[in-house]
């Protein structure tokens, strides 16, 4: 393969890796814990879209709980977005780990 041609395919490579990027945008994760009391939204970019508290949840006895519950449904749905976008990307760079890419 000459040079010419790699630069093609990292041309081509980097407008496919753009445009799943953008789509991560359109990929929607969730999750819930505290047995569904807490129920968060995101999309596969890291972004959180809604947070849905069940007011059964609210204690103001025990509010130390509801803000573990909303942590761990958060977390869970940061990781559910990383894989989600882990696996649209990998798509486009054939499962080759780029730094700084993901």
């Keep these: ?17 753009a445009e799943a990027q953008d789509k991560l945008g359109d990929i ?12 968060v939204t995101g999309t596969a970019d890291m972004n959180i879209t ?3 508290i069940d007011p059964e949840a609210l204690d ?6 509801l803000q573990d519950t ?10 559910s977005a990383q894989e989600a976008a882990n696996q649209q990307l990998g ?6 780990n780029i730094p700084g890419l993901f």
Excluded at 5 to 16: D, I, L, N, R, S
Excluded at 29 to 36: C, E, I, P, Q, T
């Design 28 to 39: 929607e994760v969730s999750a819930s814990a505290g047995g569904g009391m807490v129920k």
């Design 91 to 96: 798509a486009v760079t054939g499962g080759m």
């Design 50 to 52: 809604s947070i849905t």
């Design 60 to 65: 103001p006895e025990d509010v130390d709980i």
């Design 1 to 17: 393969m000459n040079m010419q041609q790699m630069m093609k395919q990292a041309q081509k490579m980097q407008k496919q890796l």
């Design 70 to 79: 909303i942590l761990a449904a958060v977390n869970e749905c940061l990781s």
